[in-house]
């Protein structure tokens, strides 16, 4: 669609609302132990999950309101059959300009080629860790090798820019980050350094050593991103700013001397960003959520299931960005409950 053509969604701040994050499904490989409890979630069953033809529906409805970048996520989306069905049918739908996936990579090398045919641009792949043991111990059933091999067939079937989210946790991976940010010395990654979120039952235990032990937006194993930056400096010199990485997230990126990648910071909690928050999230049972950190939801499913219009649809959709809160409210101890990072769409 001819950019100028573009009708655009503000959200009741003026925020302009043109990314759309879809949960395909709220099933996991792994079990990541700040996403998951041990025996994960109760999973939804298939009737409760949206039908591909359901989510290109909605997509195509967003679309037709300005949203233009859909990112694929979950639960663990390669773990649902035949994704590269839904990237097909996303592909073609006018206005959707870019379309991502974020995964863990397990499954990647198996699907990387035939993603990329089907129009998939590029994906985020999740790596805590460079250390096969300690990657076991994070995602409590994972292993390395594979998330490599899956990140080198992403590169090989052209999805660029290739972006690695590591989630930095005090005592499982604060001591790696110089060695995860030394990646982008000699390989071609945007490594981005995520704050923990206080979203999964296992991540609420404070801090030890925390200033405020009852502080709940101050998860157990906590690190504001101004520690990550001092941490890795330390190791390998400044980070120099650098210019924005495919996307227009909230991320902030950098550049090591003479390096080949980026290195980026997430800071939700200690920093926030919701003054530039551009984004809605479709759960896989078809919730629309206005905000990751706040309760609010709109049901999608129940309306598509009783045969509602694109334009039907499109007026759910208007309504999730007029509900979207200025911003979240982890400093007043609100933190959501009713769900999980993985249940969501993180
Ligand atoms: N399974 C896929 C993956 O791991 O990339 C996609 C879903 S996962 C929920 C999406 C992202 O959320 C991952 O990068 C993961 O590390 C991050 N994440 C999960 N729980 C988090 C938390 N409590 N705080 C911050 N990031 C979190
Ligand atoms: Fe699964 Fe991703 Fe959560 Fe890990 S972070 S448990 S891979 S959904």
Redesign the pocket.
């Known amino acids: 669609m001819d950019a100028s053509n573009r009708s655009c969604l503000n959200d009741s701040y003026n925020r302009p609302i043109s990314y759309l994050r879809v949960s395909v499904t709220d099933r996991?490989n792994?079990r990541?132990v700040?996403?998951m409890p041990p025996n994960g979630v109760p999973m939804r069953s298939r009737e409760e999950i949206l039908r591909y033809e359901e989510i290109a529906l909605v997509v195509r409805a967003a679309a037709s309101l300005g949203i233009s970048k859909v990112r694929l996520?979950?639960?663990?989306?390669l773990v649902r059959p035949q994704l590269a069905e839904l990237v097909k049918a996303l592909s073609h739908v006018p206005g959707i300009d870019d379309l991502a996936l974020?995964?863990?990579g397990a499954l990647l090398s198996r699907y990387a080629r035939e993603l990329a045919r089907a129009g998939l641009r590029r994906v985020?792949?999740?790596l805590?860790t460079l250390r096969p043991q300690r990657f076991r111990q994070i995602t409590r059933y994972g292993d390395l090798e594979p998330v490599l091999q899956g990140i080198a067939a992403a590169q090989k079937a052209g999805l660029a820019p290739l972006k690695i989210?590591t989630?930095v946790v005090r005592g499982l991976n604060l001591d790696e980050v110089a060695d995860i940010a030394g990646t982008t010395l000699v390989q071609d990654w945007h490594v981005r350094f995520?704050?923990?979120?206080?979203?999964?039952e296992e991540?609420l235990a404070p801090s030890p050593g925390a200033a405020d032990p009852a502080d709940v937006t101050q998860?157990g194993g906590f690190v504001p991103v101004a520690e990550m930056v001092q941490a890795i400096e330390a190791a390998l010199g400044p980070l120099e700013p650098a210019k924005l990485v495919g996307g227009n997230g909230p991320a902030r990126y950098y550049r090591l001397s003479g390096a080949r990648g980026t290195v980026g910071f997430i800071s939700?909690v200690s920093e926030h960003f919701c003054y530039q928050c551009n984004r809605l999230r479709l759960t896989a049972d078809g919730r629309l959520r206005p905000c990751l950190l706040s309760e609010g939801e709109i049901d999608l499913r129940a309306p598509l299931r009783e045969g509602a219009t694109v334009e039907e649809l499109k007026g759910l959709i208007v309504q999730a960005a007029v509900a979207k809160p200025e911003r979240h409210r982890l400093p007043q101890r609100q933190v959501p409950r009713s769900r999980i990072?993985?249940e969501i769409?993180?």
């Open positions: 996991c792994y990541c700040y996403c996520t979950g639960g663990e989306p974020t995964t863990n985020n792949v999740s805590d989210n989630v995520i704050e923990l979120m206080p979203l999964g991540c998860p939700p990072m993985s769409g993180g």
